[in-house]
């Protein structure tokens, strides 16, 4: 059964560290691939800064041409909103019951687990893979036998740091892929 890493995210935009935790996970791990699912609207996340969801789709399909074990995901475009984990999960289960899912997260969201949608299902069915986020607690998960912590590189890049740099008109030139650049610049996006 081929295991299949879920990496959530808005990726708004997509940048080189959502990527080196994307790679880390599908080559430094047990999982076979990993899919970038690219969220409509986190219920959690306010939606006036979010960028068309198509835009973020493309963008991460640029960032992955040429890859391996990596996918983008758009999934959830075709679900109810707001779409919250559980229910993806389950409709991809249901969609492709030859592959095993396991969410990926950072230890950042892994201190609100209990706030998610049938959070117990999820660690039951599913699993979790945390990459290390500097400054959260997880010592309550540590030795959960659903939860793997995994020593993926820090990446301290974010997608709020990449949209204002690109309103100050600010280099972007290694956070992000040379193609979303181009993407961005060509479509005057976050100006």
């Known amino acids: 059964m081929n295991k299949v890493g879920l990496f959530f995210g808005s990726f708004n935009p997509i940048h080189t560290g ?3 935790i994307a790679n880390y996970m599908a080559n ?12 409509p609207h986190n219920p ?4 006036d800064s979010l960028l068309n969801r198509y835009d973020r789709f493309e963008m991460v399909n640029l960032a992955l041409e040429n890859v391996t074990k990596i996918r983008a995901s758009d999934i959830e475009f075709r679900l109810a909103q707001p779409s919250y984990t559980i229910d993806t999960l389950i409709h ?3 969609k492709y019951p030859d592959k095993k ?15 998610w949608k049938n959070y117990d299902v999820i660690l039951r069915d599913f699993g979790i893979y945390v990459y290390p986020r500097p400054g959260y607690d997880v010592s309550e ?3 959960h ?3 793997t ?9 974010s997608s709020t740091f990449i949209r204002n740099a690109v309103k100050a008109h600010q280099s972007i030139t290694y956070f992000v892929p040379d193609k979303v650049m181009d993407f961005i610049d060509k479509k005057g996006l976050y100006l």
Request: aromatic share 10%; net charge negative.
């Open 149 to 157: 912590f995994t020593d993926t590189p820090l990446m301290e890049i």
């Open 101 to 115: 899912f396991i969410l990926i997260m950072g230890s950042d969201n892994l201190t609100t687990l209990k706030k």
């Open 28 to 39: 430094y791990t047990d999982l076979d691939e990993v899919w970038l699912v690219v969220s």
């Open 18 to 20: 959502h990527l080196i």
């Open 44 to 47: 959690l996340k306010k939606k």
């Open 141 to 143: 998960w540590q030795e």
């Open 92 to 94: 991809l289960e249901e």
């Open 145 to 147: 036998p659903a939860i």
